[in-house]
Structures are given as C-alpha cells and as structure tokens.
C-alpha cells in the first residue's frame, strides 16, 4: 500500500471502481487499510464498462474468478437498470437501486467512522461536484 497524503494526492484516495459481487464486501477494509496509510478524503465510483473495455473486463474476469462471473453480470445490471452500462454524464460512475444504497451506506458509514472528508469544522460533508464546469468553445482568459 502507497502513502495517501503528499502534495500530488492531498490524502484523496479513490476507492474504485466498485464491482458488485467482486470487491463490493471489502469496501470497509479498503478505506481502513487507505486510512492507515495516511487518506484523509474518499470517494468512488462505480465500475464503468464502455464498448472497449467490456469484452477485456469479462474475459479477465472469467479467467480469474470464473465462479463469480454470473455473480458480478447480475449485480452491475441490478444496479445499472438492466444494463452493464450507462454512459449518460452524472449517471455513469453511480448505480441505482437498493444494492447501489448499501454500497452506498456502507461506505459513507465507515468514512464517518474513520474521519474522512471532515471539514476543519468538524462537519461531515461529502465532497461536492459542483465545482465542474463544462468546458465550452470559448476558454476563459484567467481560470
């Protein structure tokens, strides 16, 4: 395991992608053993699976785990409405659905358990994406 916090990472730690079936159980021992090594912030992302890297991801993923195949199918398209993939922007790197609710749960639990994502007030907050701007034609002069 790296140490999280140095000025390339800022103690951000990224725990991804979540893969239903596969690595979803070990979300909390994930953020622990990150912890340990110095993360102060977490977020994540669902597993992502594009045309390019379906057949590469399935094909690996039978030939190391080839008893959780089906397993892994059924939990993507339960969280993806049927789908193993939905590239809508906003959407794509989240599931739906009750499954998606307790990665979901889980995962903000443990931050809050293990101080992630505190602001120096001591608030728990979860890191905001409204910060994006979509670029445009035209370039901004001085961002």
């Given amino acids: ?3 999280f916090h140095n000025e390339a990472t800022g103690g951000k730690f990224n725990c991804r992608p979540s893969i239903p079936g596969l690595n979803d159980s070990q979300i909390a021992e994930i953020l622990e053993r990150a912890r340990e090594n110095g993360a102060t912030q977490a977020f994540r992302v669902m597993l992502r699976l594009p045309s390019e890297v379906k057949p590469v991801f ?6 190391e785990y080839p008893d959780r195949v089906q397993k892994v199918t059924n939990g993507i398209r339960e969280m993806r409405g049927g789908a193993l993939y939905n590239s809508e922007f906003g959407k794509r790197g989240k599931g739906t659905g009750q499954r998606w609710d307790a990665i979901e749960w889980l995962f903000d639990l443990t ?3 293990l101080g992630y994502n505190v602001t120096s007030e001591n608030h728990w907050e979860r890191e905001s994406i409204s910060t994006f701007k979509r670029p445009t034609a035209q370039l901004d002069l001085f961002d």
């Fill in 111 to 113: 931050c809050k358990r």
């Fill in 58 to 63: 399935f094909e690996r993923l039978r030939q």
């Fill in 1 to 3: 395991m790296v140490t």
